[in-house]
């Protein structure tokens, strides 16, 4: 039996009657202890005292600035997260946001709640609807930053509704760039995209560059009454640079999907409670990647999605036994893991290794499992994180078919 902690309401199916529905061998638990594993949306799991066996985080949704992945990489814990698969939630929010309020169609709403009981409500409508004049969205221009998952989609919809688009992106991926229309302009900088913008989109990871990334400077070159929209993280912005823009009417509206103790004051601004992703298709969507990358990394050692050890995929072990090792990314540690392996008279049939930055990933393969003494050798490397043992197929009590 494995045991997952669930540290949030994931998805519906997922976590029936508080029960997780992770499939046969797996049971939820509320004691860190024991898990083996943690399935999170945005609780912050900075600060927690993982257990001692916790050996994956899945991060249902793409942002991981709640988990401290460093820290994780260093204690041999893979983190994934599920890049994409809640992207589509927040593009139609988005683009609703932005055509909601560029019309005053929540004042307009108001007034009708604020006169419900006027008999004349009907002519009274008509005499005050003046009020409420808005702008068309097309052909204004509108800077996306971040042209990811979430960005590229934005992008993209927005230039159907006829808008100038612009995006800024200078890590931009290749998957991303094929997914992006040919006629979205691509700047090189944030005042090139800020410049007489009607609108600037906000879809970034929090991380150092991005912190505060829209601030006093980049507001002050926008369009006079123009509309900052953030539904990527709280910190993306400089709140205190946005409420003086809001004041001094430079900016005209911010929607934002985050409520802190300072949007919730601020003037002319729309705030949902960070609920971008939160469609039962999104949900559905994140949890099944998240549940999935967290078996086949506990099951087999595969790793998909992760965002703090390399991609490793050799597929399920069909040798009679697979070691994997979680390793700094240093010289010579695949000749010291193999000297030991053959010292011990272990025959590698196949083996792969893969780094990303300060972290290594090594699967290998044997004719069959080594003693538990060379597994405690193998621990004993210097820059070793973590050693598993991952069982082969054919020993699985679970697998009925015929192991090659
Ligand atoms: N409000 C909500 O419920 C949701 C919020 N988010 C937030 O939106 C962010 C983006 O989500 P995805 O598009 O799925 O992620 P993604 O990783 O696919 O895209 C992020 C993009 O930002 C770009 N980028 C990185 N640093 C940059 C910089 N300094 N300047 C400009 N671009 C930069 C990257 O190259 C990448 O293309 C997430 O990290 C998360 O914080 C995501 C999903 C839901
Ligand atoms: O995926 C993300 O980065 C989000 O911000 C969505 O967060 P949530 O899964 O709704 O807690």
Redesign the pocket.
């Known amino acids: 039996m494995r045991y997952v902690k669930v540290m949030d309401n994931i998805a519906k199916d997922i976590t029936r009657d508080g029960v997780a529905n992770l499939g046969d061998g797996y049971q939820k638990t509320d004691d860190m202890q024991r898990a083996d594993a943690i399935l999170v949306r945005a609780s912050s799991l900075h600060g927690m005292d993982f257990g001692p066996d916790v050996r994956c985080v899945a991060r249902s949704?793409?942002?991981f600035?709640n988990i401290p992945i460093d820290e994780c990489a260093r204690r041999g814990i893979v983190v994934f997260n599920t890049?994409?698969g809640?992207?589509n939630?927040?593009k139609e929010l988005v683009v609703g946001m932005i055509l909601v309020n560029s019309r005053d169609a929540l004042g307009g709403m108001r007034w009708v709640l604020d006169n419900v009981e006027d008999p004349d409500i009907v002519r009274d409508a008509e005499k005050n609807k003046k009020a409420f004049v808005g702008r068309e969205a097309i052909g204004r221009k509108v800077g996306v930053?971040?042209?990811?998952?979430?960005?590229s989609k934005v992008a993209n919809a927005l230039l159907h509704l006829g808008m100038d688009v612009y995006g800024?992106?200078?890590?931009?991926?290749v998957e991303?760039a094929w997914e992006l229309s040919k006629h979205v302009k691509r700047v090189d900088s944030m005042d090139e995209l800020c410049r007489d913008a009607d609108y600037v989109t906000l879809?970034?990871?929090?991380?150092e560059?991005?912190r505060r990334?829209m601030g006093t400077h980049e507001l002050s070159l926008m369009r006079k009454g123009g509309m900052l929209i953030n539904?990527?993280?709280a910190d993306i912005i400089d709140e205190d640079a946005v409420a003086a823009a809001l004041e001094e009417g430079q900016l005209g509206r911010f929607v934002c999907?985050f409520a802190t103790p300072k949007t919730t004051r601020m003037p002319r601004t729309l705030i949902t409670p960070?609920?971008?992703?939160?469609t039962f298709e999104a949900e559905e969507h994140c949890a099944g990647m998240a549940v999935q990358q967290m078996k086949d990394y506990l099951e087999h050692g595969i790793v998909r999605n992760s965002v703090n050890y390399p991609d490793c995929d050799l597929g399920p072990c069909r040798t009679g036994g697979r070691i994997v090792a979680l390793h700094a990314n240093v010289p010579n540690m695949i000749g010291q893991i193999t000297a030991i392996l053959a010292e011990s008279n272990a025959n590698i049939q196949r083996m792969a290794n893969e780094a990303q930055a300060d972290s290594a990933y090594t699967v290998i393969d044997l004719d069959q499992f080594v003693e538990v003494e060379t597994l405690e050798r193998l621990r004993e490397i210097p820059g070793i994180y973590r050693i598993r043992k991952i069982t082969p197929l054919a020993q699985r009590s679970d697998f009925k078919g015929i192991c090659q």
């Open positions: 949704g793409a942002g600035n890049p994409g809640n992207s939630a927040v930053v971040g042209l990811g998952a979430v960005g800024y992106d200078p890590y931009l991926s991303h879809h970034v990871p929090s991380k560059d991005t990334m539904y990527a993280r999907d960070h609920m971008g992703a939160c």
